[in-house]
């Protein structure tokens, strides 16, 4: 096993610049495909979380009085699964904006009419589907005093399209790259397993089996494709500590949202991949050259 592995790095350092050619065409692919299991772990995360319950904020009309509160509580727990609601008044909630807006800005101590309304806050249960979300509020901003509720529509509908248009551009994406990177795998050990051609031919003249002769292109292909996985997920991580914090804060004021980097799995899951993607290449490329 050490004369394979002294053969293979041998065969790496005489041919290096076809070996960095596959090693980063192999980190790109990851890093392509990387790309897409992040967003995709991301997403599934944030869908998840709505589909387990999310927060909407109803906001009532101006003849509403803390009369009213309990039916129109009643109402909307026989609408759907409400699983919890508190009743904001426009005072408490004036009193915390100019608390929370003391330090930015003194206008709201200007003000001699309060200008918000009253609300409830509800924590809505499971739901099967986004669908079905929608259903529910739409009940609810059917009633009278109801005069309108925000529960993340805007950003959460467009973050639908963009995940589903996402999925489909990722799948033929990571398709691509795993193909070209495939076939650059293949062609580096053809390349390389000519450039050796006539000591190959002595050692089969001495006697040497297929296995000796092919155990160096193997282990040369597992280690072009661990090392292009291991620079593709490095190359993640550089730009997922880059960017997550900006998209974090961007967003922080629409819905909490808790960018993480891949999970352990995954990342194994990716090496693992990778390291086979360079296998296959060199077992593809020796099975035609010993036809």
């Known amino acids: 096993m050490t004369h394979f592995l002294k053969r293979a790095l041998a065969d790496i350092r005489s041919n290096k610049f076809l070996n960095l050619i596959t090693i980063i065409t192999i980190s790109l692919s990851i890093l392509v495909v990387s790309v897409f299991l992040l967003f995709f772990e991301n997403a599934g995360r944030v869908i998840e979380s709505w589909n387990q319950g999310g ?3 109803i906001y009532l009309k101006e003849e509403f009085n803390a009369d009213m509160l309990p039916q129109l509580k009643a109402k909307i727990n026989s609408l759907g699964d409400i699983d919890a609601m508190v009743y904001i008044s426009k005072a408490k909630a004036l009193d915390t904006l100019k608390k929370n807006m003391a330090s930015q800005t003194t206008f709201l101590k200007t003000l001699k009419e309060n200008p918000l309304p009253d609300a409830l806050e509800i924590k809505i249960r499971s739901y099967n589907n986004f669908q079905e979300v929608q259903t529910l509020v739409q009940n ?3 009633i009278d005093i109801v005069d309108d509720i925000e529960y993340g529509q805007g950003w959460l509908g467009k973050f639908l399209k963009i995940f589903n248009l996402f999925k489909i551009t990722g799948y033929a994406m990571c398709g691509f790259f795993f193909l070209m990177a495939l076939f650059i795998t293949a062609n580096t050990v ?3 397993f000519y450039s050796r051609k006539l000591e190959v ?12 002769i092919k ?3 193997y282990i040369e292909g597992l280690i072009q494709g661990f090392l292009g996985g291991i620079l593709g997920l490095g190359a993640l991580l550089i730009t997922y ?3 997550s914090s900006g998209i974090t804060q961007s967003l922080a004021s629409y819905v909490y949202l808790d960018i993480q980097f891949l999970s352990v799995k995954m990342v194994m899951f990716i090496i693992f991949s990778s390291t086979f993607l360079g296998w296959f290449g060199c077992y593809l490329s020796l099975k035609q050259i010993f036809k």
């Open 140 to 142: 609810i901003k059917a």
């Open 55 to 57: 927060r909407a904020m």
């Open 201 to 212: 031919e002595i050692m089969r003249l001495v006697g040497a089996t297929e296995t000796f």
């Open 215 to 217: 155990a160096p292109f």
């Open 241 to 243: 500590m880059m960017v």
């Open 190 to 192: 053809r390349l390389a």
